[in-house]
């Protein structure tokens, strides 16, 4: 396999920290946590290729300010009320195992497991 991915776990959720414990279990993962708010300047001197967020604990404009400030990030935002992961491209996975998100953060958010765009 190429180089690990560096994944930003952004937000201090039990959920997230849980999710980050996992992720940091596959050799191919490069896990870092930061609380929120965090800045564009934190953002681009971390470089990760992956962030996960609590989709109710980021400001609005987060989504958009991390994108625009590192092009070709993969953005996943967990929502932990409904069991989702919703990708910056807008497909949904409800029900997603911590190997679904492992799948999708080496796959750079291709094709998810059990998506429902029409949910």
Not at 27 to 54: K, M, S, T, W, Y
Not at 79 to 94: F, G, K, P, S
Request: net charge negative; glycine share 6%; hydrophobic share 45%.
């Amino acid at each position: 396999m190429g180089k690990p991915r560096r994944v930003l776990v952004c937000g201090d959720s039990v959920a997230l920290a849980g999710i980050a414990t996992s992720l940091a279990l596959d050799p191919n993962c490069q896990v870092a946590h930061h609380g929120l708010p965090i800045c564009d300047e934190v953002l681009r001197n971390l470089q990760p290729d992956v962030i996960l967020f609590d989709l109710d604990a980021v400001p609005p404009a987060f989504v958009y300010t991390a994108s625009r400030s590192l092009r070709g990030v993969l953005l996943i935002g967990i929502d932990l009320e409904t069991n989702r992961a919703l990708l910056w491209a807008e497909q949904q996975a409800e029900g997603m195992c911590s190997q679904d998100l492992m799948d999708v953060i080496h796959s750079s958010g291709s094709v998810l497991p059990n998506t429902d765009a029409s949910k």
